[in-house]
């Protein structure tokens, strides 16, 4: 079961879990998921997939669980955008943590092998400069509401981990990104670059644009995924490539795969917004096997591809308020 299956990260797991033979069920409200990204798992999914449109707050999606008592239990349904959290902690909280529960206590009830939970490296908070890039023995100080509510689920985890032997992997995403991200809204600054770049729109960096985060594209991080279904277990393993990345940077980057020079306007920075953050993937690589494989550079242009494509398509003709 994938909860947020019909989300950026959840509908690419959904694909790649179709492709190694499992039946899979999605578990999505559709306020930020959207069926659009199931197509392909639709067509040819068949009988293995089964979609449900359900919150994962609701009592029923507990009851959901126990009907169908999924063996391992990939929780990505989230409240993501970090400007949303400091904005309205309660959502949140709401979101993130009582869903996370009712998520927990259907797989207790049926004694799931397995939770798999998509969590985030603003546990760390603001670590200091010499501990970059942050391994998992890092205090986990987060300073949004966002980051609190993904610790709050961890703790949960290890509990239900020792009172009701639920096992558990819990993976801190660096900054996913990917062809599939939304470009009309959300929370992604790539998203938001390529759709500015293949329309011909002013580019907006708030702050300097020196603030850094550690970019991990989509596939790699479904991989990890996949691999923590039987790995892992216990364990808090940081999903990213070690690398430090500016703002600035990833937008020359961009630019270059999309052949254009833009115009850049700023902005003050945002509340709750790091300054520097990259994640350490050396235990990942130890107990899940895993390590990154797509540059940025890569991954980059597979994003400018798929805007361009959009825009040809005017899906990117109008945007959503609030788009830089």
């Not at 644009?209 to 364990?235: H, I, M, N, P, W």
């Not at 020359?252 to 999309?258: C, H, I, L, S, V």
């Not at 990259?278 to 400018?304: F, K, N, Q, S, Y």
Request: proline content about 5%; glycine content about 12%.
């Amino acid at each position: 079961m994938v909860t947020g299956g019909a989300g950026f990260i959840g509908s690419t797991l959904v694909g790649r879990l179709l492709a190694e033979g499992h039946e899979v069920d999605v578990v999505d409200d559709l306020s930020t998921g959207s069926l659009t990204n199931l197509a392909e798992a639709r067509a040819e999914g068949g009988r293995a997939l089964t979609i449900h449109h359900l919150d994962a707050r609701l009592p029923e999606a507990t009851d959901l669980i126990v009907r169908r008592r999924p063996q391992v239990i990939f929780h990505l349904a989230a409240q993501p955008d970090v400007r949303v959290s400091v904005s309205d902690p309660v959502l949140d909280a709401d979101v993130n943590v009582l869903g996370s529960l009712r998520v927990l206590e259907g797989a207790r009830a049926v004694g799931a092998d397995r939770v798999v939970f998509a969590a985030s490296g603003s546990l760390y908070g603001e670590p200091d400069a010499s501990d970059i890039p942050v391994r998992e023995s890092h205090p986990h100080r987060p300073l949004t509401p966002n980051g609190v509510a993904k610790k709050a689920v961890i703790d949960y985890l290890v509990a239900y981990r020792e009172l009701y032997a639920l096992e558990f992997a819990a993976l801190a995403l660096g900054n996913v990104y990917g062809p599939r991200q939304d470009f009309l809204g959300g929370s992604g600054v790539v998203a938001f670059f390529a759709k500015a770049l293949v329309t011909g729109r002013p580019v907006t960096i708030f702050g300097n644009g020196e603030q850094t985060r550690d970019y991990v594209y989509v596939d790699d991080v479904v991989d990890a995924f996949a691999r923590a279904s039987t790995k892992g277990g216990g364990l808090v393993c940081n999903i990213g490539t070690g690398t430090e990345t500016s703002v600035n940077e990833l937008l020359r980057t961009m630019a270059g795969a999309a052949g254009v020079e833009p115009e850049v306007r700023h902005a003050p920075l945002r509340a709750g917004e790091l300054l520097r953050s990259a994640l350490d993937p050396t235990r990942a690589a130890i107990h899940l096997g895993w390590r990154p494989w797509t540059t940025l550079e890569e991954g980059c242009a597979l994003v400018v591809d798929e805007a361009r494509r959009r825009a040809r398509g005017r899906d990117l003709a109008k945007g959503r308020p609030g788009d830089p």
